[in-house]
């Protein structure tokens, strides 16, 4: 097999711009998969992942997370490594891919390999690309780490199906939330293209599974799960279609996880929206929150969002503006509700939930105990009880909890009726203002 | 009534043997107070009893422990022992007190409603977490002849809790991850079973000179991370979060000397 390989690059100067040009895809998790090494190789995975570093964006770095080559046919809008930018381009061999990997998976740099690709020459060409990667750190340098690859849309399934055995996790970008935003930016891709492979990964995992009940040495098929991505903000969809979307990949497909990527600016194009105030990162933020609640706590993308209400509360969390707008279900006692219900009080999560559970057999819990177990007080207290009783005297009102929410300081203990009291002082008159220039002078001189 | 306090080692032994004197010495047991190192601050009307650590009864408590309590506890009170927590003693015997007394439903660990078998519990998640920190953000040098070395800064005596993670990432490499604070070494001879050595000079990892490549690999990573940012993402806040600078000392990408 031959492909064009940059000879003069060094190796470093290679791993700059295909680290580089990796950066923008978001997914950097090492978890779904715990596996000891067989003592014969290096390497082995934790069912809970380890990111070992983090960027200067605060983003986990888990995995060595390359591309192949940022060389490409396509020429989607968003992407810094699209056809018709002059970016300086380069490939990998599978040789250097494996070396460099190995070399800072000993260093304990890294918790595997996360390797995509730009398209070179068609999809199945560079999905065989990534195959021999992989298929020769897995068995020629005996590798037992993490490995999460793409499937490149449009690609041969028979190749998809090979690297499906080697690898833990597989991801298939679907780019845009509706195939009309895919249709406008990235004319390349189809819908069509990009579910296929995703439904093949799915039957796969499934069928995969049945043979493991079987035969328990059966070579696994990515054993983590397959995940996605989405970009947030280039199109116009609101957050009601995203997490509708997400749901669906869910419900249907039977994802691990779909990740969002707020759209970063880096080509100028006029299909592309210009976000003067940077990438939108509080709506990332959103719904990476109402992500979870699908997946962990049980809700329903409906119960969230709705035609009427298609976007996240700006200054509300999406579990504790649920509540605010399901009040009628509170308050929830401690001692006696069941799980489910627990999961639901803002405050209080998927581990401290359990743990109340775990802990109530053993007699009544108190408001002091709920602390020690990890429950964030400040915001549970105006939605639970203890043994009948609420922590403070407060009002179940949607007005009066949104504004001790929101309010930083804590003013409850002091106040129970939401005005604040403050201690008199000679120096702090309340009828004079302080003024830069002139000093201090009374309100009534200002008017 | 007279409070009996037992001054025992500050090592799992030492608090195992000190458990086990107050069970065979039938003390009061809601009168005790197990206390690590030295006496502090003396208390009136208090019996101060010292402990001199015998590793055959403390290896019958953790028996005992075992078939009573099961690994899950067993574990917990372990990393509970590694933290530096002066109360770590009382605690630990307040949660086989209770565990003992048979009152408790289900698995002991569950119990949280307990002040002391909640002690345990914060004290072993974040000797667990401080574990789990040092997987990440341990970094091995090559050093001449291919082995692999790192030092490492704990707060808490983690490093017996490491060693089975590496081993079983590394079974084909020499390894040596040394405890800089409580001059420990944990040693992974390739193929072969890892061990500790106490009391380990600094020395033996000074004496050693890094590898030819090991220059440029780090420099590598480095670049390789700071490739990684994305500049209108920018939050070092965050990073900081994530990565507190304590545990920065020792890592490749944060060295200024590259």
């Given at each position: 097999?031959?492909?064009?390989v940059?000879?003069?690059?060094?190796?470093m100067?290679?791993l700059?711009i295909?680290?580089d040009a990796?950066?923008?895809?978001?997914a950097c998790?090492?978890?779904?998969?715990?596996r000891?090494?067989?003592?014969t190789?290096?390497?082995?995975a934790?069912k809970a992942g380890?990111?070992h570093?983090?960027?200067?964006?605060?983003?986990?770095m888990?995995?060595l997370?390359?591309?192949?080559?940022?060389?490409?046919?396509y020429?989607?809008?968003?992407?810094?490594?699209?056809r018709?930018n002059?970016?300086?381009?380069?490939?990998?061999?599978?040789e250097?891919?494996?070396r460099?990997?190995?070399?800072?998976?000993?260093?304990?740099?890294?918790?595997g390999l996360?390797?995509?690709?730009?398209?070179?020459y068609?999809?199945t060409?560079?999905?065989e690309?990534?195959?021999?990667?992989?298929?020769?750190?897995?068995?020629?340098?005996?590798?037992?780490g993490?490995?999460?690859?793409?499937?490149?849309?449009g690609a041969?399934?028979?190749?998809?199906?090979?690297?499906?055995?080697?690898?833990?996790r597989?991801?298939?970008?679907l780019?845009l939330?509706t195939?009309?935003?895919?249709?406008?930016?990235?004319?390349?891709?189809?819908?069509?293209?990009?579910?296929?492979?995703m439904?093949?990964i799915?039957?796969?995992?499934?069928?995969n599974?049945?043979e493991l009940?079987v035969?328990k040495k059966?070579p696994?098929?990515?054993?983590?799960g397959?995940?996605?991505?989405?970009?947030?903000?280039?199109?116009?969809e609101?957050?009601?279609?995203i997490?509708?979307v997400?749901?669906d990949?869910?419900?249907?497909?039977?994802?691990?996880r779909?990740?969002?990527?707020?759209?970063v600016?880096?080509?100028e194009?006029?299909a592309?929206?210009?976000?003067?105030?940077g990438?939108?990162?509080?709506?990332?933020?959103?719904?990476?929150?109402?992500?979870?609640?699908?997946?962990?706590?049980?809700f329903?993308?409906?119960?969230?969002?709705?035609?009427?209400?298609?976007?996240?509360n700006v200054?509300?969390?999406?579990?504790?503006?649920?509540?605010?707008?399901?009040?009628e279900?509170?308050?929830?006692e401690?001692?006696?509700?069941d799980?489910?219900?627990?999961?639901r009080?803002p405050?209080?999560?998927?581990k401290?939930?359990?743990r109340?559970i775990?802990?109530r057999?053993?007699?009544?819990?108190?408001?002091e105990?709920?602390?020690k177990?990890?429950?964030?007080?400040?915001r549970?207290?105006?939605?639970?009880t203890c043994s009948?009783?609420?922590?403070?005297?407060?009002?179940?009102?949607?007005?009066?909890?949104?504004?001790?929410l929101?309010?930083?300081?804590?003013?409850?203990?002091f106040?129970?009726d939401?005005i604040?009291?403050?201690?008199?002082?000679?120096?702090?008159?309340?009828?004079?203002v302080?003024?830069?220039?002139?000093?201090?002078?009374?309100?009534?001189?200002?008017? | 009534?007279?409070?009996?306090?037992?001054?025992?080692?500050?090592?799992?032994d030492?608090?195992?043997?000190a458990?086990?004197?107050?069970?065979?010495?039938k003390?009061?047991?809601?009168?005790?107070?197990i206390q690590t190192g030295?006496?502090g601050?003396?208390?009136l009307?208090?019996?101060?009893?010292?402990?001199?650590t015998?590793?055959e009864?403390?290896?019958k408590?953790?028996?005992?422990?075992?078939?009573?309590?099961?690994?899950?506890?067993?574990e917990?009170?372990?990393?509970?022992?590694?933290?530096?927590?002066e109360?770590?003693?009382?605690a630990?015997?307040?949660t086989?007190?209770?565990?003992?007394?048979?009152?408790i439903?289900?698995h002991?660990?569950?119990?949280?409603?307990?002040?002391?078998?909640?002690?345990v519990?914060?004290l072993?998640?974040?000797?667990?977490?401080?574990?789990?920190?040092?997987?990440?953000?341990?970094?091995f040098?090559?050093?001449?002849g291919?082995i692999?070395?790192?030092?490492?800064?704990?707060?808490?005596?983690i490093?017996?809790?490491?060693?089975p993670?590496?081993?079983d990432?590394?079974?084909?490499?020499?390894?040596l991850?040394?405890?800089t604070?409580?001059n420990?070494?944990g040693?992974?001879?390739?193929?072969?079973?890892?061990?500790l050595?106490r009391?380990?000079?600094?020395?033996?990892?000074n004496?050693?000179?890094?590898?030819?490549k090991?220059a440029?690999?780090?420099?590598?990573?480095a670049?390789?991370c700071?490739k990684?940012?994305?500049e209108?993402?920018k939050?070092?806040?965050?990073?900081?979060?994530?990565?507190?600078?304590r545990?920065?000392?020792?890592?490749?990408?944060?060295?200024?000397?590259l």
């Amino acid at each position: 097999m031959d492909y064009y390989v940059t000879q003069e690059m060094s190796l470093m100067e290679k791993l700059g711009i295909l680290g580089d040009a990796a950066k923008y895809d978001v997914a950097c998790t090492s978890s779904g998969v715990d596996r000891k090494g067989d003592g014969t190789g290096i390497g082995n995975a934790v069912k809970a992942g380890i990111c070992h570093s983090f960027s200067a964006d605060g983003r986990c770095m888990s995995l060595l997370k390359i591309l192949f080559t940022n060389e490409c046919i396509y020429d989607c809008k968003y992407c810094i490594n699209r056809r018709s930018n002059d970016v300086p381009r380069a490939s990998f061999t599978p040789e250097e891919v494996c070396r460099l990997t190995i070399e800072f998976y000993r260093r304990n740099y890294i918790e595997g390999l996360f390797l995509s690709s730009g398209i070179l020459y068609n999809p199945t060409f560079t999905m065989e690309l990534i195959y021999q990667t992989v298929y020769k750190l897995r068995t020629e340098y005996r590798f037992q780490g993490y490995i999460h690859i793409k499937a490149i849309p449009g690609a041969d399934p028979e190749v998809v199906q090979k690297a499906g055995f080697l690898v833990d996790r597989m991801s298939i970008n679907l780019e845009l939330p509706t195939a009309e935003g895919l249709r406008n930016l990235a004319p390349n891709k189809h819908r069509k293209s990009i579910l296929t492979p995703m439904r093949q990964i799915q039957t796969g995992i499934t069928r995969n599974k049945e043979e493991l009940t079987v035969y328990k040495k059966a070579p696994s098929f990515v054993p983590a799960g397959q995940s996605t991505q989405m970009i947030i903000g280039a199109t116009p969809e609101n957050d009601y279609q995203i997490l509708s979307v997400a749901q669906d990949l869910y419900d249907k497909f039977d994802l691990k996880r779909v990740f969002y990527s707020a759209f970063v600016h880096v080509n100028e194009d006029k299909a592309l929206p210009v976000l003067p105030g940077g990438p939108p990162l509080l709506r990332e933020h959103r719904l990476y929150q109402a992500d979870w609640l699908l997946r962990y706590y049980k809700f329903r993308a409906d119960e969230l969002l709705s035609l009427e209400k298609p976007n996240f509360n700006v200054l509300l969390d999406p579990k504790a503006d649920w509540a605010l707008r399901h009040l009628e279900q509170f308050p929830v006692e401690i001692n006696r509700a069941d799980y489910e219900t627990i999961l639901r009080v803002p405050g209080i999560g998927v581990k401290s939930a359990g743990r109340i559970i775990r802990a109530r057999r053993n007699g009544n819990l108190g408001f002091e105990d709920l602390k020690k177990l990890g429950v964030v007080l400040k915001r549970a207290l105006y939605f639970i009880t203890c043994s009948g009783r609420m922590m403070y005297k407060t009002k179940l009102e949607e007005d009066y909890i949104t504004r001790n929410l929101l309010d930083k300081r804590q003013k409850l203990p002091f106040s129970s009726d939401g005005i604040t009291y403050r201690q008199l002082s000679l120096f702090d008159d309340m009828n004079f203002v302080q003024d830069a220039g002139e000093g201090i002078k009374p309100i009534s001189a200002l008017q | 009534m007279e409070e009996i306090i037992v001054i025992c080692e500050d090592s799992e032994d030492g608090i195992f043997t000190a458990v086990y004197e107050v069970y065979a010495r039938k003390y009061p047991l809601e009168t005790v107070r197990i206390q690590t190192g030295e006496e502090g601050n003396l208390r009136l009307f208090a019996r101060y009893e010292k402990i001199a650590t015998d590793r055959e009864k403390a290896e019958k408590v953790r028996r005992t422990l075992w078939k009573r309590f099961g690994e899950g506890a067993c574990e917990d009170i372990s990393y509970a022992l590694s933290t530096q927590d002066e109360e770590k003693g009382q605690a630990v015997f307040e949660t086989i007190r209770e565990g003992l007394s048979g009152k408790i439903k289900g698995h002991l660990m569950d119990a949280l409603g307990y002040c002391g078998i909640r002690k345990v519990f914060e004290l072993s998640r974040s000797a667990h977490h401080e574990k789990h920190r040092w997987e990440e953000f341990l970094r091995f040098q090559e050093m001449d002849g291919g082995i692999l070395a790192a030092r490492i800064n704990p707060k808490c005596l983690i490093l017996p809790f490491l060693m089975p993670h590496f081993s079983d990432r590394f079974p084909l490499e020499n390894f040596l991850i040394y405890d800089t604070v409580r001059n420990l070494a944990g040693i992974h001879p390739a193929k072969k079973e890892w061990f500790l050595v106490r009391e380990c000079p600094e020395d033996i990892l000074n004496s050693m000179i890094l590898s030819e490549k090991e220059a440029e690999l780090r420099e590598m990573f480095a670049y390789f991370c700071e490739k990684a940012a994305i500049e209108s993402r920018k939050n070092r806040d965050l990073q900081r979060q994530m990565m507190p600078l304590r545990f920065r000392d020792f890592m490749t990408e944060f060295q200024k000397n590259l």
